[in-house]
């Protein structure tokens, strides 16, 4: 069974910097698309950044060019490095596939607020 936990959410303040991590155990990893998405209270789920297989990245408009993503097939492990983060930012955070509709069953998430 596919299993995926996140970490390294928190509260920090606007400006700040944080690094998410994903472990993803029970899957082959390498050859599969990854991404972080996120789901704000009253908000739908959505997909800020992805990861390919061969490392090619992309970003939603809203988080470009201040969201890193990034992954490490040796470890199974996917990142997220977040600076610059805004109020707009705040929400849950998770880890799944990405570019396919066959995704994982969620993991519990990681919660990100920013606030001062």
């Known amino acids: 069974q596919v299993q995926l936990v996140e970490s390294g959410g928190g509260l920090v303040q606007p400006g700040g910097s944080l690094r998410l991590s994903c472990a993803v155990s029970?899957?082959?990893?390498?050859?599969?698309?990854m991404g972080w998405y996120r789901q704000a209270p009253g908000k739908q789920r959505e997909l800020v950044a992805w990861?390919?297989?061969?490392?090619?990245?992309n970003y939603a408009a809203s988080v470009k060019d201040r969201f890193t993503i990034s992954r490490d097939n040796s470890k199974k492990m996917v990142y997220l490095q977040m600076n610059s983060l805004k109020p707009e930012d705040t929400a849950v955070y998770y880890c799944?596939?990405?570019?396919?509709?066959?995704?994982?069953?969620w993991g519990q998430g990681t919660q990100v607020t920013v606030s001062s």
């Open positions: 029970g899957s082959p990893f390498s050859i599969y698309a």
């Open positions: 799944n596939r990405a570019l396919t509709a066959s995704l994982y069953l």
């Open positions: 990861i390919t297989s061969n490392r090619s990245t």
